[in-house]
């Protein structure tokens, strides 16, 4: 875990130990959570008007300034309406499988570094933690389509479960070339592996494994070209058809809060987090606070990631189901065995970043 930092303990002295970092870390999850929420809020306005710009579009305008309230507005709408379980459903599933996949999105946050010296649980096996989280979370998808005894959310939820655990070998492939690569399963010792600016980033030299990684992330979160598990012209609305107010709010807020985070670990894993661009590049001194490392790097490579979502999903048609298998199966996993064999050749003969220079490592190696 993380050291409560000093104002904390002076502020909290009157209660015992334990009870300091009980507090300490609750504070800091709830803010984490509501900032995590309202960043995800503003996502669906962002999303709405990229779109609108890339169609020839206006996108929401009207609710608040520039129509900045627009996510309010839904949410208030979705909190008025009438919560409609089936009669032949299970119930306690039915209203169950929603929280069970937002509450793995939300505790993965626990891990990643925000900026330097700062991660709410900073553990060693860091990586393991975050697969373990993200696989949780087909669970509440697959529960939501057998609970609610339909057969178009029956069939939603299949088609889910075929394609998360196809990408999600692929991901898991993707991120041992990162262990490799880093040689720890510590998420903020996998950023300083990284150091020595933007050509020191690991995407350089494990590209494959990015694109992979990403994409897979984008079919991992149902996004377009890959929402066949929300397929409207097939089967009405998948695995959440016949979901209403809150109980589809849940849902709709796990895919964005989601996007947020395989966008932060993709930032993370490949470019180097919060660590800057520019660090080690011979900058004037007016503008040698570019090279200082900070959460503002991490969020402009967040916001990167996150335009990539949108620009897919207003550019792309969606894939056949036939097809998402067969690009899981038989193109992503054999492109990530055959690189993770590279890379182990690369470093046992120490070319690139693995080659040794004056007896020492060149920045971003092992």
Sequence with gaps: MSTIPTFATELLSFL?????????????????????????????????????????????????????????????????????????ANKMLFLVAPLLTLIPALCTWAVVPLWPGFTVADINAGLLYILALTSAGVY???????????????????????????YEIAMGFALVGVVMAAGSLNLGEIIEAQRGGFFSYFVWWLLPLFVIYFVSGVAETNRAPFDVVEGESEI???????????????????????????????????FGGWLSPFEGWPLPPMLAWLALPGFIWLLLKIWFFLFCFLWFRATFPRYRYDQIMRLGWKVF????????????????????PWSVVAGSVVAGSV
Excluded: C
């Excluded at 016949?242 to 996007?259: K, L, Q």
């Design 16 to 88: 015992p130990t334990w009870v300091q970092a009980v507090v300490w870390y609750g504070v800091v999850a709830v803010v984490l959570f509501i900032t995590v929420i309202l960043f995800m809020a503003f996502l669906t306005l962002a999303e709405r008007r990229v779109i609108g710009s890339i169609q020839a579009r206006i996108g929401p305008n009207r609710v608040g300034p520039l129509g900045l309230l627009q996510p309010f507005a839904d949410v208030l709408k979705l909190l008025v309406k009438e919560i409609v379980v089936p009669s032949s």
């Design 140 to 166: 509440g998808v697959i529960l939501a389509g057998w609970a609610a005894n339909s057969k178009y959310a029956f069939l939603g939820a299949m088609r889910a479960a075929a394609q998360m655990v196809a």
């Design 236 to 270: 009405v609305a998948g695995f959440h058809v016949e979901y209403s107010g809150m109980a589809f709010a849940v849902f709709f807020v796990a895919e964005y809060v989601n996007m947020i985070l395989i966008s932060a670990l993709t930032s993370v894993f490949f």
């Design 333 to 352: 996993i054999p492109i990530t065995l055959i690189w993770i064999f590279v890379e182990g050749a690369l470093k046992y003969y120490q070319v690139g």
